[in-house]
């Protein structure tokens, strides 16, 4: 992640819970950001748009798709509290009658 762009809203590192699972840092340069990586890239895959620059740098491969449809499998699969969570979303209007008057319309 790039820190700074005079153009674009200025990048900060994520909060939640999920970010204790990961090393993030900020880079200010692409050229920061290359001297962080090993030296060699060979076993690395990039997932994103790739700038111009990034093509010498030897990557592996560039948003192999077998490891973005297993990425897009694990969001898609939901726990327990996602689909109780989802359920209380869309629960509207609230009570034993839920929906009914959505299918029937008002009854005067």
Request: aromatic share 10%; with cysteine.
């Amino acid at each position: 992640m790039f820190a700074s762009r005079f153009w674009y809203e200025q990048q900060t590192i994520p909060t939640g819970d999920w970010t204790r699972h990961f090393e993030i840092q900020l880079f200010g340069s692409l050229a920061a950001l290359r001297a962080a990586l090993p030296q060699d890239l060979s076993q690395v895959a990039l997932l994103g748009a790739p700038a111009p620059e990034m093509a010498a740098w030897g990557l592996g491969c560039e948003n192999p798709e077998k490891l973005l449809l297993a990425l897009d499998f694990t969001r898609a699969v939901k726990t327990r509290y996602e689909l109780s969570s989802c359920a209380r979303r869309t629960a509207w209007p609230p009570g034993p009658r839920r929906g009914r008057r959505g299918l029937c319309g008002r009854r005067e």
